[in-house]
């Protein structure tokens, strides 16, 4: 959605061509003081002409602007009630169990934020701004008791996101980073780095779900583009706004809001910039911009006393106004002041309301995982080998949001694997899945330009059985012949059941729509899902492939329906509409798509690998020990998407022991799934 329950101001600053970040700025300074005492309203438009914050490059001021905070806002980047449940626990509880013990611990990370790949030969040589901002930091913080951890580049400290989610697991009490972004990631470069390429992938939107540091939350400020771009939304994928997509807000979330919505873990408040964050090179990074308003928050914290996190942001922002200046003529240092925001709340006690000692261990959790190197082979099953697996119920429901609303319900019996048949080149096995039930209701008024999206449907007492053929060399998928069987409630159905002829409706009510969906899936070649062998930290995407789609879907109703249209065009009658009547009675599932002018032959395009940076579809971590139903197997875990998905394999069973999808971290009202082994036979 686009839409705000608190509206956003944007300001009219065209610096960099950026006209149109969000500025909450607006609403705390509240009045300006002219030259002769006399107190005014603030409605940041100096010229009267109904455009805020107006200025144009390369330094003409149209609106000048107070900018002093003359109350302290901050925002909790609110979309829905679960999020605002997440949010006044952690705010409660955290000014409430106020601990020392944790709270004085700190990390910053940072690394060359200005090396010659970005800023050729203007860059010196061993300078490393990110370093010598969260440096300066460091210091504040330091002085004033706190143990600090510097993930930096420099020192190897900071190599890639684990770093982070181990600096985060410890519970710390503040954190700081430097670098650069999008609204959906954080990084910075290694020392006098040449190339984009060398370049370390702090956090992602992918990543922030594993931050467990549970209640020791800790304030983060992030300096880089971007990153607290409270405004993204998947909705600009509906609207297909490809110029959002390439700068990275299509994600539900920005990486400062997602860390203060984790529930479990992540910040009890963010600040950041909604725009571009800008810093000096060289030695004078620390002489303006965000080099000198990012440290200041800490200086405010540690050194000047401000206790209280509104104020603590505000009062650096009001001694940029007053030491650097600038907002007034030039268009970055005035950039600056609007777009740092503060997402929290902001008369949170920094530190909580009353400090404790506590004997509550630390929250980071050892890695007692097997990292051994190993190489997997692809297996060999033996015909009659066979494998059951349980696979956890999905429910679903957002209503939150008019116009749209989603409720998807399923459940199945377990689901049986059996190898049937062993060629030369290829395995058959028979699969079955008993006792479905599934419920879908979908209404989705995505864009007021387009016609909703309605889907429903009940189906129960469904089955689904079939063929898998895999390639026996890489077990790769070959082809999948599958029937679904079950009963559908018409009902449920988006048609109007009560218009159709009363015999119609009568025997709608007696007599079950049984149906069975026969449908086959052929590859144009082996299309490999796991990459054998499987060695330490190998990572893949998928590979463009071509799919045949055919198939049919029958029904005795489909039979009765053709008979009493026949019937009825004896009497020159229609019973079905001619472009349905020539489908029945046996639906073939080719034509049906040729109605529609969709090709049988689907072309998947490739999934690269990584999908951005060290992000990966596949990618193999340790070796671990799981423990299932069926018993305790050592298996290869792989990771998909950062761990939002995992893949189980063991050589124990020449076969996966486990799937799981983790996202309750990501969405709280949607519960992982989760499909286990239960028997080997």
């Not at 002769?36 to 603030?42: I, Q, S, T």
């Not at 990486?255 to 964050?277: D, F, K, R, V």
């Not at 890489?474 to 109007?496: C, F, H, M, Q, Y």
Request: net charge negative; hydrophobic share 35%; with cysteine.
């Amino acid at each position: 959605t686009f839409d705000w329950y608190i509206p956003e101001r944007r300001s009219n600053n065209n610096a960099d061509m950026e006209s149109g970040y969000a500025s909450d700025l607006y609403y705390g300074d509240i009045y300006r003081t002219d030259h002769a005492g006399n107190v005014w309203f603030e409605d940041w438009d100096w010229n009267d002409n109904g455009v805020f914050a107006e200025a144009e490059q390369p330094s003409r001021i149209l609106d000048r602007i107070d900018y002093y905070p003359d109350v302290y806002v901050g925002r909790l980047p609110i979309r829905y009630t679960w999020e605002a449940d997440v949010i006044v626990d952690k705010i409660i509880t955290y000014e409430n169990t106020a601990d020392d013990s944790w709270f004085k611990n700190a990390f910053v990370a940072g690394g060359d934020t200005s090396p010659p790949a970005r800023a050729g030969s203007s860059a010196t040589p061993g300078v490393y701004e990110g370093e010598l901002a969260t440096g300066l930091a460091a210091d504040y913080m330091e002085e004033n008791g706190f143990n600090v951890d510097k993930l930096w580049t420099s020192l190897g400290t900071f190599t890639g996101y684990e770093d982070i989610v181990n600096g985060f697991n410890k519970g710390p009490g503040l954190v700081y980073f430097a670098g650069h972004g999008n609204p959906g990631v954080w990084g910075n470069f290694l020392p006098d780095a040449e190339t984009e390429a060398e370049f370390a992938l702090g956090f992602t939107v992918f990543d922030i779900w594993k931050y467990n540091n549970q209640y020791h939350l800790p304030i983060v400020v992030i300096g880089g583009c971007h990153n607290a771009q409270f405004n993204i939304t998947m909705q600009h994928i509906v609207t297909h706004n490809q110029e959002a997509m390439a700068h990275g807000e299509f994600y539900p979330h920005d990486g400062a809001s997602w860390m203060l919505l984790e529930e479990g873990g992540g910040s009890i408040a963010s600040i950041g910039y909604t725009g571009y964050g800008y810093g000096y090179i060289n030695q004078y990074c620390l002489a303006g911009l965000g080099g000198w308003i990012e440290p200041r928050f800490f200086y405010e914290y540690t050194k000047a006393g401000k206790e209280y996190l509104g104020e603590a942001h505000g009062q650096a922002i009001s001694d940029y106004i007053t030491i650097i200046g600038g907002v007034n003529s030039d268009l970055i240092d005035r950039k600056t002041v609007e777009s740092w925001v503060l997402l929290g709340d902001p008369s949170l006690k920094i530190g909580g309301v009353e400090t404790k000692q506590s004997s509550d261990s630390n929250t980071e959790q050892a890695d007692t995982s097997n990292k051994t190197p190993f190489s997997i082979n692809a297996p060999t099953w033996n015909e009659g080998m066979s494998l059951t697996y349980k696979i956890s119920n999905i429910d679903f429901t957002l209503d939150e949001i008019e116009g749209r609303y989603i409720d998807v319900h399923g459940k199945t019996g377990d689901f049986n694997l059996q190898v049937a048949e062993v060629t030369s080149d290829a395995y058959r096995t028979e699969f079955a899945i008993s006792d479905a039930d599934i419920k879908l209701n979908i209404n989705l008024d995505l864009d007021a330009n387009t016609t909703p999206l309605v889907l429903s449907g009940n189906v129960s007492d469904a089955t689904l059985n079939g063929n898998i053929y895999w390639d026996k060399g890489n077990l790769g998928l070959k082809e999948i012949d599958a029937r679904l069987t079950g009963v559908l409630d018409l009902t449920s159905l988006p048609i109007n059941v009560s218009s159709m002829p009363k015999l119609i409706q009568k025997l709608l009510e007696k007599i079950p729509f049984k149906f069975a969906l026969n449908i086959q899936a052929t590859f144009n070649e082996s299309y490999p899902l796991l990459n054998f062998p499987l060695t330490n930290n190998d990572s893949w995407g998928l590979p463009p492939i071509e799919i045949t789609i055919d198939g049919t879907i029958e029904s005795p109703w489909f039979k009765a329906a053709n008979i009493l249209n026949k019937i009825a065009g004896i009497f020159g009658k229609e019973f079905i509409p001619p472009e349905l009547a020539k489908l029945l009675p046996v639906i073939q599932i080719s034509k049906v798509l040729n109605m529609y002018n969709i090709s049988n032959q689907i072309d998947i395009p490739e999934v690269w690998d990584p999908l951005y940076h060290d992000i990966h579809l596949f990618k193999c971590s340790t070796q671990k020990t799981i423990t299932v139903e069926a018993g305790t197997f050592n298996s290869q875990e792989i990771t998909m998407i950062r761990g939002i998905g995992q893949i189980f394999y063991s050589p124990e069973v020449a076969n996966v022991v486990e799937i799981k999808g983790n996202f309750n971290d990501i969405v709280p009202i949607f519960k992982d799934v989760n499909m286990e082994l239960v028997s080997v036979g």
